[in-house]
């Protein structure tokens, strides 16, 4: 019986008391919870609006520099998990500001990070070497050990949503982290090298991928909407993701990296998806448009720069109000490596 409340008897729990001082305990108290039927999670569905979180962040543009606080970001913690600094179990998600004339420091760590641009217009990421200008839409890929740094020459805020695999490589005791000696590193290859190596369905001849992760450190929106719009002008919907397109490692057919996956989906207006669950707990940032996400009997009604999470294995719908954009992020990567990703479409 998996009954968390049973009381053992008296003899039982003496018995328990006397392992437990040379560390043992008797797994027929916990097998059902241990190892469960189904997915089991304490991370909630829950949103962040933009319009909330914004002045915040500004505020905290005001209380300390991008360079004094290496990376001025406010954690979005999934309320199901407080003290623990994860969106989902295995995920980390931040809302990075980098304010005109500012410098996030260039390092390194094992942690892989993803970026996806909310506000503002031309700051860069330095990745080994290489810049790129961000616009909102982008996805920015930071591959693990990579040294990378911000910079904002532009003459607004910048704001993105940074997505780590953080708690993953905490679970498996794995970080390791380096400060470059310099804020902002040398640029040894001009803007757009990497797009024209790795980004134009070409692959330089005898370019062999070193890791799992993409080459492609830039995937600009204004590639990524005209690829939506074509494909909704020209055929159906499915009826679980409407028009849903997956960032792809051009090297391997794989996702962008070892561990984490992106995602994009086109929701025509009035589109109601059918109910859909998959075990790789979500966090979707909406691109454009409005409407709402029925998710473990709750309602999250979004709309452009929103935030939100739908837990592993949770039922879930999406209702488009207007013609949406929504972006996602999750471990499938991961998952599917360890064999361990399932999905479920009801009718
Ligand atoms: O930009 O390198 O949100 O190292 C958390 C840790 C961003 C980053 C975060 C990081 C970064």
Same mark, same amino acid.
């Given at each position: 019986?998996?009954?968390?409340?049973?009381?053992?008897?008296?003899?039982?729990?003496?018995?328990?008391?006397?392992?437990? *001082?040379?560390?043992?305990?008797?797994?027929?108290? +916990?097998?059902?919870?241990?190892?469960?039927?189904?997915?089991?999670?304490?991370v909630?569905?829950?949103?962040?609006?933009?319009?909330?979180?914004?002045?915040?962040l500004?505020?905290?543009?005001?209380?300390?520099?991008?360079?004094?606080?290496?990376?001025?970001?406010?954690?979005?913690? $999934?309320?199901?998990?407080?003290?623990?600094a994860?969106?989902?179990?295995?995920?980390?998600?931040?809302?990075?500001?980098?304010?005109?004339?500012?410098?996030?420091?260039?390092?390194?760590?094992?942690?892989?990070?993803?970026?996806?641009?909310?506000?503002?217009?031309d700051?860069?990421?330095?990745v080994?070497?290489?810049?790129? @200008?961000?616009? /909102?839409?982008?996805?920015?890929?930071? /591959?693990?050990?990579?040294?990378?740094? &911000?910079?904002?020459?532009?003459?607004?805020?910048?704001?993105?949503l940074?997505?780590l695999?953080?708690?993953?490589?905490?679970f %498996?005791?794995? #970080?390791?982290?380096?400060?470059?000696?310099?804020?902002?590193?040398?640029?040894?290859?001009?803007?757009?090298?990497?797009?024209?190596?790795?980004? +134009?369905?070409?692959?330089?001849v005898?370019?062999?991928?070193?890791?799992?992760? +993409?080459?492609?450190?830039?995937?600009?929106?204004?590639?990524?909407?005209?690829?939506?719009?074509?494909?909704?002008?020209?055929?159906?919907?499915?009826?679980?993701?409407?028009?849903?397109?997956?960032?792809? $490692?051009? *090297?391997?057919g794989?996702?962008?990296?070892?561990?984490?996956?992106?995602?994009?989906?086109? @929701?025509?207006?009035?589109?109601? !998806?059918?109910?859909?669950?998959?075990?790789d707990?979500?966090?979707? +940032?909406?691109?454009?448009?409005?409407?709402?996400?029925?998710?473990?009997?709750?309602?999250? #009604?979004?709309? /452009?720069?929103?935030?939100f999470?739908?837990?592993?294995?949770?039922? &879930?719908?999406? &209702?488009?109000?207007?013609?949406a954009v929504?972006?996602? %992020?999750?471990?499938? !990567?991961?998952?599917?490596?360890?064999?361990?990703w399932?999905?479920?479409? *009801?009718?």
């Amino acid at each position: 019986m998996a009954d968390d409340a049973r009381i053992p008897a008296p003899e039982r729990a003496a018995f328990y008391d006397r392992i437990g *001082a040379h560390s043992m305990a008797p797994l027929w108290e +916990s097998l059902h919870v241990l190892v469960s039927k189904q997915p089991v999670t304490p991370v909630k569905p829950h949103l962040w609006s933009y319009d909330q979180v914004r002045p915040y962040l500004m505020e905290a543009g005001g209380l300390i520099t991008a360079k004094e606080a290496e990376r001025r970001v406010l954690i979005l913690e $999934n309320p199901g998990l407080p003290g623990k600094a994860s969106v989902t179990h295995s995920l980390y998600a931040g809302l990075q500001l980098v304010l005109p004339g500012e410098v996030a420091p260039g390092h390194r760590h094992t942690q892989t990070a993803l970026r996806f641009i909310l506000e503002g217009c031309d700051a860069f990421t330095a990745v080994d070497g290489e810049r790129t @200008l961000m616009r /909102p839409g982008d996805l920015v890929i930071t /591959p693990s050990w990579t040294w990378h740094d &911000h910079g904002n020459d532009s003459d607004r805020p910048m704001v993105w949503l940074d997505a780590l695999d953080i708690p993953l490589v905490g679970f %498996f005791d794995a #970080s390791f982290a380096e400060a470059a000696n310099a804020d902002s590193q040398e640029v040894s290859r001009p803007l757009g090298d990497s797009t024209a190596r790795y980004a +134009s369905n070409l692959l330089p001849v005898d370019w062999k991928p070193a890791t799992q992760n +993409s080459p492609i450190f830039n995937y600009p929106y204004a590639r990524t909407r005209e690829a939506l719009t074509t494909l909704a002008a020209n055929g159906d919907p499915d009826p679980h993701h409407g028009y849903k397109m997956r960032y792809v $490692n051009p *090297a391997s057919g794989g996702h962008v990296t070892p561990t984490i996956s992106a995602f994009v989906q086109l @929701l025509p207006q009035g589109f109601a !998806s059918a109910p859909y669950r998959s075990t790789d707990g979500t966090v979707y +940032s909406v691109v454009e448009g409005e409407g709402r996400t029925v998710v473990g009997g709750q309602t999250l #009604s979004w709309k /452009p720069r929103d935030v939100f999470v739908v837990p592993s294995w949770a039922e &879930h719908v999406h &209702h488009a109000t207007s013609e949406a954009v929504l972006f996602s %992020f999750s471990d499938r !990567s991961a998952q599917e490596k360890l064999g361990l990703w399932r999905e479920r479409r *009801a009718a």
